[in-house]
């Protein structure tokens, strides 16, 4: 008889966060295991909605989860019952019979750990972010003592900075905090032929020989943006240019700060914003990948692993996930958060030297699937959560 996990989950979205938990669904299904998801909002009609997890013989709950500012909240409505969500996740769980609870929210937990205590399953809970607001660590710390713990009888980080900061801040075991493979989805995600490369510069009206990067993500401030414009401007004056490819949403305030840097340093016929787009078209069509992000802005960069599984360099910042995902200098370069010189120094040298681009896009295609597949995932994941089990 197969394991059943029930996935926990505010809501779906365009995000890393659901594009993670379909990916790791598939590869679960692929070791043997039964899944399903609970969710408040379900996204209907969406790329990564209800419907998209279906697809993949996912079973798909909605549970009115109610929208938290902190665990302490989460902690005293599930201690007084109050809402459905507490009745509706009981009622699923009797349907289920899930083997584990895992949780994609710390605020999550308090629910989960209530009904697993009354159908004896165990919680393991995601932590996607090092970013810990000083009341939830202060609640965690206070009432780990009584409760266990208030962030699941196993938990799982996604980069080893995050790891780290939950130990320190957190104050949890170590060896209760596991570093697991976070996959894009390493079947989609390849590299491209000759053909599907033109097709994909034509999408964007880009001419074959044309020097591309492209920075995929919202258009937000610590996203670094800005940085990556300001190299742009350094390397026209270099006489190296270079189109850039901006793909995300974002609000008109945002859009105005880009675009209007762009035209202080008079490149801003070369600096495109795209609105969302199909990534893998973007990462198709470019020559580099660049996450010029600041210390909080990203937790894992989702899609430096997924342009390394497309063959195409990477070029970010020690944000989280860049010393789990990059060899410096070998698999992709590693840059100082908000130096747009040393940005432009490594893109002119991936530009200009054709060779070392596809050189280190073939080391860095090789590290992704070694490391970053879904099946590596879902490996590593079954070991938490069997060791959840036994814990529990």
């Not at 008889?1 to 679960?28: E, I, P, R, Y």
């Not at 009341?135 to 980080?157: P, W």
């Not at 010029?292 to 497309?310: I, Q």
Request: aromatic share 6%; proline share 4%.
């Amino acid at each position: 008889m197969n394991q059943h996990v029930l996935l926990l989950s505010h809501k779906f979205n365009v995000s890393g966060a659901s594009t993670h938990m379909l990916n790791l669904g598939v590869g679960l299904q692929r070791q043997g295991w039964d899944v399903a998801v609970a969710a408040r909002d379900l996204a209907p009609g969406t790329p990564l909605g209800k419907e998209r997890f279906e697809e993949e013989g996912i079973e798909v709950y909605q549970v009115s989860f109610a929208n938290f500012s902190s665990v302490s909240d989460a902690i005293e409505s599930t201690l007084e019952n109050r809402g459905a969500a507490f009745r509706e996740l009981h009622s699923v769980a009797k349907t289920v019979r899930p083997s584990v609870f895992h949780c994609h929210s710390a605020t999550l937990v308090p629910f989960a750990q209530a009904v697993g205590m009354w159908h004896r399953i165990p919680t393991v809970t995601t932590l996607n972010s090092p970013r810990i607001r000083p009341e939830n660590a202060k609640t965690v710390r206070a009432v780990s003592g009584y409760f266990g713990s208030v962030v699941g009888h196993e938990v799982i980080a996604n980069s080893s900075e995050t790891k780290k900061q939950l130990v320190d801040q957190l104050g949890l075991p170590t060896g209760r905090v596991h570093r697991t493979a976070f996959a894009a989805d390493s079947d989609r995600f390849r590299p491209p032929s000759d053909g599907e490369r033109r097709t994909a510069r034509q999408e964007f009206e880009l001419d074959q020989e044309e020097r591309v990067v492209s920075l995929i993500g919202l258009l937000d401030s610590r996203k670094g943006h800005d940085v990556l414009v300001r190299a742009a401007s350094r390397l026209q004056d270099r006489g190296c240019e270079v189109t850039v490819l901006c793909a995300g949403s974002g609000g008109e305030g945002e859009k105005r700060r880009i675009t209007d840097l762009a035209k202080e340093r008079r490149i801003a016929d070369r600096i495109h914003l795209l609105g969302h787009q199909d990534a893998r078209q973007v990462i198709w069509a470019s020559d580099a990948t660049v996450l010029p992000s600041t210390k909080d802005g990203d937790s894992f960069g989702l899609v430096a692993v997924e342009s390394m599984l497309c063959g195409v360099p990477v070029v970010r910042t020690p944000a989280g996930g860049a010393s789990d995902q990059i060899v410096d200098g070998e698999s992709g370069f590693i840059i100082p958060f908000g130096d747009d010189e040393v940005l432009a120094d490594r893109l002119e040298r991936l530009l200009k030297d054709e060779s070392l681009r596809e050189d280190m896009g073939e080391r860095a295609e090789d590290r992704a699937r070694r490391l970053f597949s879904k099946e590596q995932m879902a490996e590593e994941t079954i070991d938490v959560y069997q060791s959840a089990m036994q814990r529990f």
